[in-house]
């Protein structure tokens, strides 16, 4: 059989290869890390894989504006969605102890994402490009006074002991996760769609947009603004509805979000992610 070929940022033990794993469970994976986002984008693009997964949005810290830009500005689609648990850990050495750990490494989102614990553990912090990688970086100084926050996977994978579990700010952190691949495929299952749009700069522009989804009783569930590089004050908005894109009521909204916007994308319809623990 022959091995999916899917990217994730990060390293052996990231939440997304996690992510992957959930969301095809039943594949013969082959899951390629890379160190950034772009790096995934650009594999996707380049057809080096066959897809990629990627984090878009938190329920403690909101959109992640780099992978909204990404899923604009390349040539890729949305195929799918899930939706992870994220449940962090303190990791250290083995023999190291909670009270001897006096400066964390991970990922900004996950030091966001734990930013209480760390304040009344009154620990240093420093930004890593990775849950995992900052894990494996602990592993190899192998230093007791230092920690990273990352999952039981990392943890696993590179030997560390966990000093202490759940450590994120509310225990209702979810991280919504989208497939993305080259070519626009639409599941026979879709019932939600993406679209970016960027706006004309006149007066109600925004309360247009959203007439062009409330006339025909479409439901909107999300609208994201990113502000756009190189012109300050303006922005893009990412639109999650409920629909799918050769659906009658939703192609003529996005022909109507045609005559009004002077940019438009369909990002992708897919099925609306389940939620794995």
């Not at 494996?136 to 192998?142: G, H, I, S, T």
């Not at 009521?249 to 940019?263: F, K, M, V, Y």
Request: with cysteine; hydrophobic share 40%; glycine share 8%.
């Amino acid at each position: 059989m022959k091995k999916l070929r899917i990217a994730y940022q990060g390293e052996k033990g990231a939440y997304s290869e996690l992510a992957a794993r959930r969301y095809f469970p039943s594949k013969s994976l082959e899951l390629i890390p890379h160190k950034t986002f772009a790096d995934v984008f650009h594999a996707i693009a380049g057809r080096r894989v066959d897809s990629g997964i990627v984090p878009v949005e938190n329920t403690l810290n909101g959109g992640i504006r780099e992978v909204f830009n990404l899923l604009d500005e390349q040539a890729v689609y949305v195929t799918g969605e899930i939706k992870l648990r994220i449940s962090h850990m303190l990791l250290g050495v083995r023999g190291s102890r909670l009270a001897g750990i006096r400066k964390v490494y991970s990922h900004p989102q996950a030091l966001l994402q734990c930013r209480k614990f760390i304040r009344h553990a009154g620990l240093s912090q420093a930004e890593y490009y990775d849950t995992a990688g900052a894990a494996k970086l602990v592993a190899e100084q192998n230093d007791p006074s230092i920690g990273a926050i990352a999952g039981q996977s990392a943890a696993d994978d590179y030997g560390l002991v966990v000093l202490k579990k759940n450590i994120e700010s509310d225990g209702k952190n979810f991280t919504r996760f989208l497939v993305v691949s080259r070519d626009s495929v639409v599941p026979g299952d879709a019932d939600k769609t993406t679209v970016v749009f960027s706006l004309r700069n006149q007066p109600g522009a925004l309360h247009k947009i959203l007439s062009v989804f409330a006339i025909r009783d479409i439901d909107l569930l999300s609208i994201d603004s990113i502000p756009i590089v190189g012109k300050p004050w303006e922005y893009k908005f990412f639109i999650d509805f409920r629909g799918r894109v050769f659906e009658e009521t939703a192609s003529r909204a996005i022909e109507h979000l045609r005559e009004l916007c002077p940019h438009v994308k369909v990002i992708g319809s897919y099925k609306e992610g389940r939620t794995a623990y």
